[in-house]
């Protein structure tokens, strides 16, 4: 178990140093458009005097064919046929809907947590027949909360896909909870021998 604690760290450590790697490549890139706005900035304007168009040198033979644009007059007869059938639309979420209901969610977990993580802790220390050191019970949290923006992000764009924008923020947290509870329980029941107690009965 102690290996595999060492192998998420050495996971996460690199995927922190590629997103420090990809933040540097960032702020380059930003670095060399600024310079490059500045250089056009200040470029002086192009001014142009005047434009004369000498039609008489144009010569045209033959002009033949039919140029539409839009609707032909001859097919308003069939506007019917462009109704359209909304029923399987999906519109997207609107980043202000989903940025509202992603806050009201949050909210509600945060106090979840709050409430009643030290309990969900110890029913599976229970359960399990473990004892681990009360420091576990903040790192969870924490670990919980890095992971929740994504976790909700992906029940809401799976609820607009699937009831075309029905919402209900209700039964995101409940699964929301649910996750918590699996992922409590494996966190504790994974931990390494060397991390945790038995209970003495």
Do not use: C, W
Not at 97 to 111: C, G, L, P, V
Not at 144 to 156: A, E, S, V
Not at 158 to 178: F, H, M, P
């Amino acid at each position: 178990m102690n290996q595999q604690l060492n192998t998420y760290l050495q996971q996460l450590h690199a995927f922190v140093e590629a997103q420090e790697k990809r933040i540097q490549r960032l702020e380059a890139a930003v670095k060399k458009l600024q310079e490059e706005t500045e250089v056009l900035k200040s470029r002086p304007p192009m001014q142009v005097d005047r434009i004369e168009y000498k039609f008489d040198q144009l010569k045209v033979e033959s002009l033949e064919g039919t140029l539409n644009i839009g609707l032909n007059p001859s097919e308003l007869q069939n506007i019917e046929d462009f109704a359209v059938d909304n029923k399987n639309i999906k519109a997207p979420v609107s980043p202000k809907n989903q940025m509202k209901r992603t806050m009201e969610i949050e909210d509600a977990i945060y106090q979840y947590l709050e409430r009643e993580l030290p309990e969900i802790t110890a029913s599976a220390q229970k359960k399990l027949n473990i004892n681990v050191d009360d420091s576990y019970i903040a790192f969870i949290k924490e670990d919980i909360k890095k992971q929740l923006p994504n976790r909700i992000d992906f029940y809401i764009q799976q609820q607009a896909s699937e009831r075309s924008g029905q919402e209900n923020n209700e039964e995101i947290i409940e699964l929301i909870k649910k996750e918590i509870h699996n992922g409590v329980y494996a966190f504790i029941s994974h931990l390494p021998e060397n991390m945790k107690g038995m209970n003495k009965e």
